[in-house]
């Protein structure tokens, strides 16, 4: 079976496709459950972002903000506005599903993926972070701050660097390309670092996971 891209599962949500590619994945679709299964999660981030935007459209600009454009802009130029057009929300999903937007929508600090990444994975996880990245998480373990730290390699085509990262407050605080084994954070004694079992593990990221979610 050809591979079909969530670019065109998007595309194919949308009707915008050629007939003649619509009937061909509607034929996947009906051999395929792996298929079918990427197509409901596009529908299901596709509603979440509409609901999303659909939400915004609604937040009034602050008062006195909209006067004082107005006033601002020359007499000449004055527009009606036309109403915002409508979203590929179907495109908008797809990048929904692949970078955690509703997530980072929901979270106050707006972490990054990788930030999440960190905050989910089990050691031995691998993660494809796009087209060029993948994230592989080696180990955790508590520094001689008692923080709970990660380490984990970045693969690309041309290398594989091994960094690692320890939460402090609400954040990973991370340390450059081959220089975890050395992390010390300041005024840190030399006791050595603890190597964390995969139960101390998981509870440290659910721990966390509800930390995150509370603020």
Not at 17 to 27: A, Y
Not at 56 to 63: F, N, R
Request: hydrophobic fraction near 40%; glycine fraction near 4%.
């Amino acid at each position: 079976m050809h591979t079909i891209s969530d670019e065109q599962l998007s595309a194919f949500i949308d009707k915008a496709l050629p007939d003649s590619e619509m009937h061909h994945i509607n034929n996947l679709l009906a051999e395929s459950a792996e298929l079918r299964e990427r197509l409901h999660k596009l529908q299901q981030a596709d509603e979440m972002a509409r609901q999303f935007f659909a939400s915004q459209d609604e937040i009034p600009l602050p008062a006195g903000l909209l006067e004082q454009i107005q006033a601002h802009r020359p007499e000449a130029e004055i527009v009606t506005l036309q109403p915002r057009a409508r979203w590929p929300w179907a495109i908008a999903a797809s990048v929904v599903l692949s970078v955690g937007l509703v997530w980072q929508i929901l979270s106050p600090a707006a972490y990054t993926a990788t930030d999440r990444a960190l905050l989910s994975m089990s050691s031995g996880s691998v993660k494809i972070m796009n087209a060029e990245e993948r994230l592989e998480i080696t180990r955790s373990e508590l520094n001689s701050a008692g923080q709970f730290c990660r380490y984990f390699i970045v693969h690309t085509p041309v290398s594989s660097e091994e960094s690692s990262a320890c939460w402090q407050g609400e954040q990973w605080l991370y340390q450059p390309p081959g220089s975890s084994s050395q992390y010390q954070p300041a005024g840190a004694s030399e006791q050595p670092a603890q190597s964390l079992s995969a139960d101390e593990e998981e509870r440290w990221l659910r721990n966390l996971s509800q930390q995150t979610q509370a603020d």
